[in-house]
């Protein structure tokens, strides 16, 4: 056999392993999406799917077509040259009009679920500030008042790591934590937060991904959907222990989300101040 001939034939198997392994890891869903714990993850893993169903045949179209073109046209003999046109009016704005409408469809879309993630939170909504820092997170929960007391980077001190205002009355009653709980099905608002440098907000099982800038306060509202422990890592290199800054979010029934709050420690009693 040819020399050709054997490379061809070895190029062919290694497309057929290619596309069995791809079948295998992706289809079976060994390498896919982290479980999903989110009322709008949905939306975000609904827009996923479809753009990857779009350009994914889009690919597979374009190269089974450009692997026929260079079988069909190839050289057979000397004298043959190829066809030239500068230019047809109808296939350019073919070309350009179909993936301008379908890319305006995924954007619209994609925006709108961003507003909706971005945008005011339902009246009800449970505030919960996400503290970053170098390298853990943080979390406040409110006290019976049901307001957040006052954070900033300049309160922070040995026996005060949450950097709540020691003098706002509205903090007294707040209840901090390590670890994230969150009620089931229960709208939560988390306003993010930096005592240093740029960490990311990154919860996987709600499908967002929030950078916590210091001296901004950045936000994003959701719906926890799944019972279970979701890590939290976070998604900005943000110096020496950055792979260290991992934690976990529990969501949890009401009950339990209450009598888990009710066992943790108050800004109070942290500080040493009278509720
Ligand atoms: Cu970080």
Redesign the pocket.
């Known amino acids: 056999m040819e020399r050709s001939g054997i490379h061809g034939i070895l190029f062919a198997l290694a497309v057929v392993v290619l596309v069995l392994v791809g079948v295998i890891t992706i289809g079976d869903r060994w390498w896919w999406l982290p479980p999903l714990a989110s009322v709008h993850g949905g939306q975000i893993d609904n827009l996923f799917t479809i753009t990857l169903a779009i350009t994914g045949s889009v690919f597979v179209l374009v190269h089974l077509l450009l692997a026929y073109f260079v079988w069909r046209y190839r050289e057979r003999s000397a004298e043959q040259r190829a066809y030239f046109y500068l230019e047809n009016r109808p296939l350019e704005v073919t070309y350009t009009l179909i993936p301008a409408l379908v890319l305006t469809g995924l954007i619209t879309a994609g925006t709108r679920a961003w507003f909706e993630i971005q945008g005011p939170p339902p009246q009800n909504a449970l505030p919960i500030r996400v503290i ?1 820092e ?2 853990a997170w943080r979390f406040q929960y409110p006290g019976a008042d049901g307001q957040l007391g006052r954070f900033h980077p300049r309160f922070v001190s040995e026996s005060n790591p949450f950097g709540i205002d020691p003098d706002d009355p509205a903090g007294r009653d707040d209840i901090v934590a390590t670890e994230l709980h969150v009620p089931l099905n229960r709208p939560v608002v988390a306003y993010i937060d930096s005592k240093d ?1 740029l ?2 907000f990154f919860v996987p099982a709600l499908r967002v991904k929030q950078d916590a800038v210091p001296g901004m306060t950045t936000r994003f509202w959701f719906v926890a959907s799944q019972v279970g422990m979701y890590d939290i890592p ?1 998604a ?1 290199l ?2 020496q222990g ?1 792979y260290i ?1 991992r934690g976990q979010m529990v969501v949890e029934s009401d009950a339990a989300f209450e009598s888990w709050l009710a066992q943790q420690p108050t800004i109070a009693t942290m500080l040493g101040l009278s509720q």
């Open positions: 970053g170098q390298f440098v960490h990311s976070c900005e943000c110096g950055h800054m």
